[in-house]
């Protein structure tokens, strides 16, 4: 079954601290995305990436950054993190063929930025 | 630019009884068009998805949406809700995988005995 993880499941950061999300797929997809959900806001796409060693703005990149590796991983980084982003912040992959715009998602990690 | 709208925030039933869900869209290319529902604390699951042929499509635990072009609606349906439909549903359009998806607002169910 695809499988897309998240870690960790929730963080306590604080103001101005360097935050890492990480995400792992075992789909094999070459498309791997980041939203993050507020609440009166559903689902914002912050970066996504479509193959390794590159990455794309989504509609709210800025504060953000991520980061491919490798096909499987993905990571979003916050430098400086701030009040407003804390979120909930999901992961989601999906492939070409059959599954294509079929999003996976992770079960999220509760970001909070005191 | 695409945008999605669900018009009810929430929506009450009782088990058993039917359930409409509403979803309208604008984009103006060919579009793919799906429905996840997530369950509280959890991540979003796929239900169903359109993108061309029959507009009445099937997803998993008998739910059902049906695409219309002339009212740029994709409306998903229930004939039987159960206890463990109460989540939140989100309707969502893209022009092509790459892009990701644009999600609407979601629609929260809340199922009662």
């Known amino acids: 079954e695809a499988a897309v993880t998240q870690s960790p499941r929730s963080k306590v950061a604080v103001t101005g601290g360097k935050v890492t999300l990480s995400c792992h797929q075992t789909n094999n997809h070459d498309y791997m995305y980041w939203y993050r959900q507020d609440t009166g806001h559903g689902l914002r796409l912050i970066h996504y990436s479509y193959v390794a060693d590159s990455t794309e703005k989504g509609d709210i990149p800025d504060g953000y950054k991520a980061s491919r590796p490798s096909q499987e991983n993905f990571s979003l980084i916050l430098e400086l993190a701030s009040l407003s982003q804390t979120a909930v912040y999901f992961c989601a992959s999906t492939g070409t063929g059959g599954t294509q715009n079929t999003l996976y998602f992770g079960a999220g990690t509760r970001l909070s930025v005191l | 630019t695409q945008t999605v709208s669900q018009s009810d925030a929430h929506v009450t039933v009782f088990e058993g009884d039917s359930v409409e869900l509403r979803c309208n869209y604008s984009y103006g290319g060919s579009i793919y068009l799906s429905w996840y529902i997530q369950h509280h604390g959890r991540g979003l699951q796929f239900l169903l998805k359109y993108y061309s042929g029959n507009p009445v499509v099937q997803g998993v635990n008998g739910f059902e949406a049906e695409f219309s072009k002339s009212d740029s609606s994709f409306h998903l349906r229930k004939a039987s809700v159960h206890w463990s439909d109460s989540a939140v549903y989100f309707c969502?359009?893209?022009?092509?995988?790459?892009?990701?998806?644009?999600f609407g607002l979601g629609t929260r169910v809340s199922v009662f005995p």
């Open positions: 969502a359009v893209s022009g092509g995988y790459a892009q990701g998806l644009t």
